[in-house]
């Protein structure tokens, strides 16, 4: 039985990797051995910030800005690490934002489509773009970060970002079923109350201990704790694993 984590010498690109799960991410993979190449679009600080972590690991790391909503951009950002990393071996989507709350009556056309843009197409297109290399290769590994939200509905004011996530969630059993034949396994996550920026902005402190109060483990989540199965995901030790969705959320929901 397979159990290796070890991505000694694997490419991994992560988007939105500037803060919260991203930047977990993105030292969680390079602590496994990987290079990362760090996307964010305007959280420079935070992406040098990670940027750094990865070489404390021990592991090259790239920064680059890309706003992955748009198709130029995205093929700019992968030639850039094909360029200086080498072939992108693992790709994390995890870009993604609920921008902010609106009810469905206050929500316009344009703020549906900027999220549905931000969270489903950017994971789309940066797939699309690494696809044809991993399935020239026979190997390689994607995973979405998707949310309970996904699932649910979301909370009151999220039902462009709920939307797009479970979105995601079929996104992943189609691209799955596709790229299996080729050795390409895709899988995602789906994060519950996680402790990042995402709730410092968009839930109130009574918000989060109303979410607390119906998680069975009694806390929220951590970003690192969201990275290490990602990184799970992204390994050996997951090698039969195609087309799932990884529900972590304490036991606020089970399916």
């Not at 993979?29 to 290079?35: I, K, P, S, T, V």
């Not at 797009?164 to 995602?188: D, H």
């Not at 119906?214 to 969201?226: F, N, Q, S, Y």
Request: net charge neutral; aromatic share 4%.
């Amino acid at each position: 039985m397979r159990t290796n984590f070890d991505l000694d010498g694997k490419v991994a690109l992560v988007t939105g990797a500037s803060s919260g799960i991203g930047r977990a991410t993105a030292v969680a993979l390079a602590r496994c051995g990987a290079h990362v190449a760090v996307n964010f679009n305007r959280n420079e600080s935070g992406a040098e910030a990670a940027r750094a972590e990865v070489v404390n690991a021990g592991r090259r790391a790239l920064v680059v800005q890309a706003d992955v909503t748009r198709a130029a951009d995205v093929r700019a950002l992968v030639g850039r690490v094909n360029e200086e990393l080498g072939p992108v071996d693992i790709l994390v989507n995890n870009a993604g934002s609920l921008v902010e709350r609106l009810k469905i009556l206050e929500l316009t056309e344009e703020r549906w489509d900027e999220v549905i843009d931000l969270n489903l197409k950017s994971a789309f297109l940066c797939s699309q773009a690494v696809a044809a290399p991993m399935m020239e290769r026979k190997t390689g590994t994607i995973v979405n970060v998707s949310s309970i939200a996904g699932r649910n509905g979301g909370a009151l004011g999220s039902i462009h970002y709920s939307t797009a996530k479970g979105g995601l969630i079929t996104l992943t059993k189609g691209f799955a079923k596709e790229l299996a034949p080729y050795g390409v396994r895709v899988n995602a996550v789906s994060p519950g109350v996680i402790d990042t920026p995402y709730h410092e902005r968009f839930s109130t402190p009574e918000a989060m201990k109303a979410y607390v109060a119906g998680i069975p483990l009694g806390r929220v989540g951590t970003a690192e704790e969201v990275a290490s199965v990602i990184a799970f995901l992204a390994s050996d030790a997951a090698s039969y694993l195609c087309g799932e969705t990884i529900e972590l959320n304490g036991g606020m929901l089970m399916l």
